[in-house]
């Protein structure tokens, strides 16, 4: 299976001081390990995640980018409604929850 025919998976992190950073990734457990490990993102180095608020599935990495783009686009209470809508039960099938 290619790349581009995982699926590919939008999260939102909760991170120290109340920060929230999105994020793309195929194996999103193993990103946040990442992230929490010191080894993920630069912002996640500075600002260590403390849980998974959320992740969304999609079927590509062009898909899952022009997400993420719009999410970062968002306020936090924009980006916290986001999570409550793919983990609403009608978004279940689509959604992991940390």
């Not at 995640?49 to 993420?68: C, D, G, I, T």
Request: with cysteine.
């Amino acid at each position: 299976m290619s790349t581009s025919e995982k699926t590919w998976w939008l999260y939102l992190l909760d991170c120290r001081g109340g920060r929230l950073y999105a994020g793309i990734a195929l194996d999103v457990e193993a990103r946040f390990e990442l992230h929490v490990s010191g080894k993920g993102a630069k912002f996640t180095r500075a600002n260590p995640p403390r849980r998974m608020l959320a992740a969304q599935s999609f079927p590509s990495r062009s898909a899952a980018l022009k997400a993420e783009y719009a999410l970062k686009q968002l306020d936090r209470a924009a980006k916290l409604a986001w999570v409550g809508e793919i983990t609403s039960p009608a978004g279940r099938g689509r959604a992991k929850r940390g």
